[in-house]
């Protein structure tokens, strides 16, 4: 089943990361979110799937920043769609900022 606009997705990218956020577009690799939050460090999920199934259950320990507004991402390599209770996990972790 495809992954349909306007869903909260991950999307593991093959040089800039891991990024969550609602799906705007996406034309082959080419991927746009919008309310976008890298996932640069996480805790209480094994993997990406976990994650968008269950969320985290630390997250007090994960390193999530700030949402930006919009990114457009190059080099897709993997979407997944996020269950609501995983959505409301990383929305939840508090941004990290250095």
């Known amino acids: ?9 991950i999307v593991r ?4 990361g891991v990024f969550a956020g609602t799906l705007v ?3 082959g690799r080419e991927v746009e979110l919008s309310n976008a939050r890298r996932l640069w460090y996480w805790r209480g999920a094994a993997s990406l799937s976990e994650l968008a ?4 259950k630390m ?3 994960c390193k999530f920043p700030e949402s930006v507004d919009t990114i457009l991402l190059l080099e ?9 209770i995983a959505e ?3 929305k939840g972790v508090t941004p990290w900022t250095a």
């Open 25 to 27: 577009a996406r034309k």
């Open 13 to 16: 990218t093959y040089s800039a």
């Open 76 to 84: 897709a390599i993997e979407i997944i769609p996020v269950k609501p």
């Open 1 to 9: 089943m495809p992954v349909v606009n306007g869903k909260y997705v």
């Open 59 to 61: 997250p007090a320990d």
């Open 53 to 56: 199934m269950r969320g985290v």
């Open 88 to 90: 409301k996990s990383i």
